[in-house]
């Protein structure tokens, strides 16, 4: 794998980084908004929007690298603490999302009926999305270690 694609690829995962706890601190804010009135409702439907792409961007780029071995041979991450231990918190983001995306998915489907969504979860949504940015500051610190060979 030339020098470019695997820069390139190191580079689009970090920016998923980047983008992925912009969007999830951003969505956290969003929902905590009083009142959480129809502008408000937008902001976390575009904060959720780039979170889903950030996901794409996170996993997309992750695999490439992890299964195509474009740093590294599989068998190193495979072996590394540090990134059991980031796949350990990416598994915790993705479950702590199931009920968010499920609310969020209802409630733009009730927006686009002209319906106005029983918001009464978004303070207990926000406060999970702010979990899920203190768990991508911990995924960042787990990808530094393993990248510089600790655990």
């Not at 792409?53 to 490439?64: D, R």
């Not at 495979?78 to 918190?89: P, R």
């Amino acid at each position: 794998m030339s020098l470019t694609l695997r820069w390139m690829l190191a580079a689009l995962h970090l920016l998923g980084f980047g983008v992925a706890l912009g969007s999830s601190w951003v969505r956290a804010r969003s929902l905590g908004a009083r009142p959480l009135d129809v502008p408000a409702l937008r902001r976390v439907f575009a904060a959720d929007s780039w979170w889903g792409l950030s996901a794409l961007i996170l996993v997309g780029t992750g695999l490439w690298r992890l299964l195509g071995s474009a740093e590294k041979p599989t068998g190193y991450y495979l072996s590394s603490h540090a990134f059991i231990g980031k796949m350990a918190l990416l598994i915790a983001i993705l479950a702590l999302e199931i009920w968010p995306m499920i609310t969020l998915i209802r409630w733009r489907m009730a927006l686009s009926k002209g319906a106005i969504p029983d918001t009464s979860a978004g303070a207990a949504l926000a406060r999970i999305s702010y979990g899920q940015s203190l768990l991508l500051v911990l995924m960042l610190l787990a990808a530094t270690a393993m990248a510089r060979g600790i655990g």
